[in-house]
């Protein structure tokens, strides 16, 4: 089992910066990737970013460039460095780990940025 929490979420001006946190717990040896993925109102849950276990990155193309993900040293931190943010960012940020057995989701996170 593992439970995942999100951090950092808020309201920002367009152009300004957040960083979200997502911090899981359990048996996180099996570990396969983890990534932010986000859902504006009346929108589909988008991937934003991932990262494997070895440390190969992805980016939706809206965020290329402005976003950036990382991992704590111990692998059970994982971040998301927003800058640059457009209204077009707003949405709930979701947390996301893959493990060789399944799939768990954090609570969400709400980004808001204001134009």
């Known amino acids: 089992q593992v439970q995942l929490e999100e951090s950092g979420g808020g309201l920002v001006q367009a152009g300004g910066s957040l960083r979200l946190s997502c911090a899981a717990t359990g048996w996180l040896s099996s570990l396969k990737d983890m990534g932010w993925y986000r859902q504006a109102p009346g929108k589909q849950r988008e991937l934003v970013a991932s990262i494997s276990s070895g440390g190969s990155t992805n980016y939706s193309d809206s965020v290329q460039g402005r976003f950036t993900i990382s991992q704590g040293i111990d692998r059970n931190l994982m971040y998301l460095q927003m800058n640059s943010l457009k209204p077009e960012d707003t949405g709930v940020y979701y947390c996301?780990?893959?493990?060789?057995?399944?799939?768990?989701w954090g609570q969400g996170t709400q980004v808001t940025v204001s134009s």
């Open positions: 996301k780990v893959t493990m060789t057995w399944g799939t768990y």
